[in-house]
């Protein structure tokens, strides 16, 4: 048996999450019965991120594990041939067998997408949440030095929420504005449920003045989800990025024992 990795870029508009569910079409579901069609066996994918319904990702990372002899490298062609035009796999290389694309991660990229403009887009409405009241740009941006570090990030949590610990660190966290699409990127070691929606849910209301900027500040200080804005919507949500320490392509399970 060899182990793969994959890389899928997915438009989670008609889908019902990653992970497979009971009651509707979930992108884990599709990808894994192309897969068992190409290798000539049943086979399940293990992702490193299971994002919600209507999220989109241009960087998903699954692991499998086949007798197949098809090359690694090879996957995006045999794949792109069986998917749905909004799941593509963009890369497949070889793995050792103790890696896991979930708990080997060592952080990932998130990226949030808002249309501030009267009256939106009709062609960026699947990826971008439409916002007609006018954002100050400046507000938001001096909100967010306050998520930057290792916190307590309890606040940030939607009900629902399985994490053993709420202690986070986030890496950098931006906003951009190209005329009337804003563009939030939030890089972390891990995020709680929600996370990233809250974030952007909040900067909104910052952006508004609905909000004072040392929200996140007071936030992160209390402990209180209250403090906060509402959980934005999914679809402008996109898993951007899963990053890896070099030792999990090398070492695995050195590397999980030291965890």
Same mark, same amino acid.
Request: charged share 15%; hydrophobic share 40%.
């Given at each position: 048996?060899?182990?793969?990795?994959?890389?899928?870029?997915?438009?989670?508009?008609?889908?019902?999450?990653?992970?497979?569910?009971?009651?509707?079409?979930?992108?884990?579901?599709?990808?894994?019965?192309?897969?068992?069609? $190409?290798?000539?066996?049943? !086979?399940?994918?293990?992702?490193?991120?299971?994002?919600?319904?209507?999220?989109?990702?241009?960087?998903?990372?699954?692991?499998?594990? @086949?007798?197949?002899?098809?090359?690694?490298?090879? *996957?995006?062609?045999?794949?792109?041939? +069986?998917?749905?035009?909004? !799941?593509?796999?963009?890369?497949?290389? $070889?793995?050792?067998?103790?890696?896991?694309?979930?708990?080997?991660?060592?952080?990932?990229? *998130?990226?949030?997408?808002?249309?501030?403009?009267?009256?939106?887009?009709?062609?960026?409405?699947?990826?971008?949440?439409?916002?007609?009241?006018?954002?100050?740009?400046?507000?938001?941006? $001096?909100?967010?030095?306050? +998520?930057?570090?290792?916190?307590?990030?309890?606040?940030?949590?939607?009900?629902?929420?399985?994490?053993?610990?709420?202690?986070?660190?986030?890496?950098?966290?931006?906003?951009?504005?190209?005329?009337?699409? &804003? @563009?939030?990127?939030?890089?972390?070691?891990?995020?709680?449920?929600?996370?990233?929606?809250?974030? $952007?849910?909040?900067?909104?209301?910052?952006?508004?003045?609905?909000?004072?900027?040392?929200?996140?500040?007071?936030?992160?200080?209390?402990?209180?989800?209250?403090?906060?804005?509402?959980?934005?919507?999914?679809?402008?949500?996109?898993?951007?990025?899963? &990053?890896?320490?070099?030792?999990?392509?090398?070492?695995?399970?050195?590397?999980?024992?030291?965890?």
């Amino acid at each position: 048996m060899s182990r793969i990795l994959l890389t899928v870029e997915y438009d989670g508009t008609n889908y019902a999450g990653w992970q497979r569910q009971l009651n509707g079409l979930a992108v884990q579901q599709v990808l894994e019965e192309a897969l068992s069609r $190409a290798c000539g066996e049943t !086979i399940t994918v293990t992702g490193a991120s299971r994002t919600d319904a209507g999220v989109h990702a241009l960087g998903q990372r699954v692991h499998f594990d @086949t007798a197949s002899r098809i090359p690694p490298e090879k *996957y995006p062609f045999v794949l792109n041939t +069986l998917l749905p035009p909004d !799941i593509r796999v963009h890369a497949g290389q $070889a793995v050792p067998p103790d890696f896991h694309a979930r708990f080997l991660a060592a952080g990932k990229r *998130y990226t949030y997408r808002i249309v501030n403009s009267r009256h939106g887009s009709a062609l960026l409405r699947h990826t971008h949440v439409h916002v007609p009241v006018p954002l100050d740009i400046g507000l938001m941006r $001096a909100s967010l030095p306050a +998520l930057t570090g290792t916190h307590d990030f309890a606040a940030f949590q939607a009900a629902g929420g399985t994490a053993k610990t709420t202690l986070r660190t986030i890496h950098s966290a931006e906003i951009v504005q190209d005329g009337a699409v &804003f @563009t939030l990127t939030v890089s972390g070691n891990a995020f709680l449920y929600n996370m990233v929606r809250i974030i $952007a849910g909040t900067l909104i209301e910052i952006g508004h003045g609905k909000l004072s900027p040392d929200a996140f500040a007071r936030a992160i200080e209390s402990g209180d989800r209250l403090a906060l804005g509402p959980t934005a919507p999914p679809h402008g949500l996109e898993l951007t990025e899963v &990053f890896y320490p070099e030792a999990a392509f090398t070492d695995p399970a050195g590397l999980r024992w030291h965890q």
